[in-house]
């Protein structure tokens, strides 16, 4: 399966809503999807997963929320903190195909 | 809190192996599942493989044939082997647990290995 995150770049004002798109090649098994969030010189942090990529990871502020089945999932930011300018992966789990990610979406500022 | 951290050699030659060892701290490494992830500069993410704490392993295929994931649960700890490397092996390298085998939670902070003579 191949993901590909829509759009490459966005580019928005803190306070305003972010809508990321991760789009599998084909339908993804149970629906289960994870959001990751990377800083620069950080490593990648578990935003959410399980199915949908709706369950938000521990610590996650509930301003981040993911929703989706088959093969369009979405990530959506309500309202933009200056701490959420960063790369956003998507990511899924195939237990015949491994481990995929998306290519990533920058989130930056406008 | 479970904590890891990626240690190893940050230069290795083309040809040679890279090795690297991630050390988990506030938890045990039995009972999950373990991993490492990579990314090169500027570029994505890749994994690479798993282990299981009991000793059993899967890999990326692209990478199956150089690769070697193994466990020490004495020492809490993982290792990575990658032979033959060339430069498309620089990268900064993580480790990661397997959250219910499926997702990657927590991460180590990454080392980066740059293949160069």
């Known amino acids: 399966i191949v993901l590909t995150q829509s759009p490459g770049t966005l580019s928005l004002s803190p306070g305003e809503r972010a809508t990321l798109s991760c789009r599998a090649s084909q339908s993804v098994g149970s629906s289960y999807l994870a959001w990751y969030q990377q800083k620069p010189g950080q490593a990648p942090r578990l935003l959410m997963f399980?199915?949908?990529?709706?369950s938000r990871a521990t610590g996650i502020p509930d301003r981040f929320s993911g929703s989706g089945s088959g093969t369009d999932f979405t990530l959506t930011i309500s309202r933009l903190e200056p701490e959420d300018f960063a790369v956003y992966y998507c990511q899924h789990y195939d237990s015949s195909q491994g481990y995929t990610f998306g290519q990533g979406t920058k989130l930056g500022i406008k | 809190q479970v904590q890891l951290q990626e240690s190893g050699p940050g230069l290795v030659k083309p040809s040679e192996t890279l090795s690297l060892t991630c050390t988990v701290s506030?938890?045990?490494?039995?009972?999950?599942?373990w991993s490492w992830i990579r990314q090169p500069p500027g570029k994505g993410l890749e994994w690479i493989g798993y282990i299981y704490f009991s000793g059993s392993t899967n890999y990326n295929p692209s990478l199956e044939s150089r690769v070697t994931i193994s466990v020490d649960t004495s020492k809490n700890q993982f290792s990575l082997e990658l032979r033959s490397v060339t430069a498309a092996d620089t990268a900064v390298y993580y480790c990661a647990r397997l959250f219910t085998k499926r997702w990657f939670d927590p991460w180590g902070q990454g080392t980066l290995v740059t293949v160069s003579s």
């Open positions: 399980g199915y949908g990529a709706s």
């Open positions: 506030g938890g045990s490494i039995s009972g999950y599942y």
